[in-house]
Structures are given as structure tokens and as C-alpha cells.
């Protein structure tokens, strides 16, 4: 009889033994059943996904603990990218349309700039055939200009480049009657005066002009040159009208007309016309 009440009691302990063991399996299979929804709704939440879906479209390809590895890493980037910026798209689509109307305008301007050079070369080759034309015709009209006011001798105009004739410069060579061909700075002043007004009636020939003013261009020349300037001048005004300022009096003899400024009274000027043989006529 002892022996039976022994084995029940072992019995009785054994049974409440189990019974608290099935309890709580019980409750750790409640709190399963709880984690187990809350991760489902989870995952329906923020994915948009049922388990059956998410089995059958990401199938798990790696180990469980090898995957909450490489999840833990990606969360612990993102939480070191800091907050998220919520109104980033639509800062991108205004950069975006900010971009791509600079891009435009960029585009504009290339072409633009394009047109622009092939006009300016254009225009370089046009100015560049005229002006050659137009020096080697005062170049042609230099030489029997020069030969004229000096009596004889010879002179050149020679471009410093001939390469780059818009940016280049011009040599002036002369030689005066008895002397050696140089360069135009190594003449004396009355010389250098006679060349250049000799360049100046070259230009005229090949652009004639109405009306021409010179002041007083023959102040360094001697008599024999002033002579030569006057009557060349009087055959060359037969094209264009010169109005002459100047002291020399042999200019003064070729003139059609003279105007001058008289003080015939004492801080009283007037002014005095001479026309060919007319007597003086004071206006």
C-alpha cells in the first residue's frame, strides 16, 4: 500500500509537471502567434505583401542569420545617412527643370558663338581681299605721286606680314633724287613731309573725296618742293575741292582763292578774300 501512495505522488508530481510545461509552451506559442501577426501586418504595411507573396517572389537565399547580418549593416548605413529629406523630389525636379533650361541656354550660346566665328572669319576674308586690293592700288599710285613732287627718284610700300595683312603694319621706302633707297625714318623732315604728302595724293587717286582740308603739310619743305606741291596740287583739284592753310607764298600763287585775317585796326580783325586778279575785298 505504501508503495502505490508513493507512486501516485510521483505520478501527481509528474502530471503538474507536465501541466506547467504545457502551460508555458502555451503562452510562448501566444506570444509566437502575436509576433508572428504583428510581422505579418508589418509586412503587408510597409511592403504590400502577403507571407504566401513574399515566399513565392523573394524566396530566402541565404542562411537566417547570414540575412539579419547583412540586414543589421544596410539599417546601421542608412541610419548613418542621417534623416530623410522629404521634400528631395521635388528639390530634384526643379533643379532638374533649372538644369536642363541652363543646358538649353548653353546650347544656344554654342551655337551662337559658332554663327558668330563663321561671320567674323566671313567678314576677315572680305576685309582681307579688299584691303589688298585697295593697297596694292595705292602702292601702284605711291611710285608716280612720289616721282612727281621729287622730280624723279623712286619709293615702295611694303606690308611688315604678309601672312596676317589685317594686323600688319606698313614699310615706307624711299629714294629721293641722288639718294640711296632707306627707310623712311632716316629722311630728313622736309623729305619725310614730301613722301607722306605723296601717300596722301596715292590714297586720293584711288579713293577720290569731294572736299579735302590741309593744314599747313608743306611748313618743312624748300622753295623747289613747295614749287613742285603747289602745281601738283592745282592739277589735282580739278577732281576735289582743297581748302589749304599755309604761310608759303607759292601755295598762296596756285590758290583759286585766298581768305586771311587782317588787323587793320588795333584789336579789330577783319577778314580779307582775294579771288585770282580781284583787288582785296574786305567781307
Known amino acids: 500500500l505504501d508503495q502505490h501512495i508513493v507512486l501516485l505522488q510521483e505520478s501527481r ?3 503538474k509537471g507536465l501541466t506547467e510545461a504545457i502551460r508555458d509552451h502555451d503562452v510562448t506559442i501566444a506570444r509566437l502567434d502575436v509576433e508572428l501577426d504583428t510581422l505579418l501586418q508589418k509586412l503587408n504595411e510597409q511592403y504590400g505583401l502577403s507571407f504566401e507573396e513574399a515566399m513565392h517572389s523573394y524566396p530566402l537565399q541565404h542562411p537566417i542569420e547570414e540575412s539579419r547580418r ?7 548605413a542608412i541610419d548613418e545617412l542621417g534623416d530623410v529629406n522629404i521634400g528631395a523630389i521635388e528639390e530634384f525636379e526643379t533643379t532638374f527643370e533649372r538644369v536642363t533650361f541652363l543646358r538649353d541656354q548653353k546650347d544656344d550660346l554654342e551655337k551662337a558663338r559658332l554663327t558668330l566665328r563663321d ?32 622730280g624723279g627718284g ?4 611694303k606690308l611688315t606680314d604678309t601672312k596676317d595683312i589685317l594686323h600688319a603694319g606698313v614699310d615706307i621706302s624711299a629714294m629721293p633724287p641722288g639718294k ?3 627707310h623712311l625714318s632716316l629722311l630728313s623732315g622736309g623729305e619725310r613731309a ?20 590741309l593744314d599747313e603739310v608743306e611748313a618743312a619743305l624748300d622753295e623747289a618742293n613747295v614749287h613742285r606741291f603747289s602745281r601738283y596740287l592745282k592739277e589735282f583739284s580739278e577732281n576735289t575741292q582743297f581748302i589749304v592753310i599755309t604761310h608759303r607764298k607759292q601755295t598762296m600763287e596756285e590758290a583759286d582763292a585766298l581768305y586771311g585775317v587782317a588787323m587793320q585796326e588795333s584789336g579789330v ?9 580781284q583787288e582785296a575785298v574786305p567781307i
Open 13 to 15: 508530481r509528474l502530471l
Open 70 to 76: 547583412k540586414i543589421k549593416l544596410i539599417k546601421k
Open 119 to 150: 561671320v567674323m572669319n566671313e567678314m576677315d576674308i572680305e576685309m582681307t581681299r579688299r584691303f589688298s586690293e585697295t593697297f596694292n592700288a595705292i602702292k601702284a599710285e605711291f611710285q608716280p605721286a612720289f616721282a612727281q613732287l621729287f
Open 154 to 157: 623712286k619709293a615702295e610700300l
Open 180 to 182: 640711296k633707297l632707306q
Open 194 to 213: 614730301l613722301t607722306a604728302i605723296a601717300l596722301l595724293f596715292a590714297i586720293l587717286r584711288v579713293r577720290p573725296v569731294p572736299f579735302c582740308i
Open 269 to 277: 580783325s577783319s577778314l580779307v578774300s582775294v579771288r585770282l586778279e
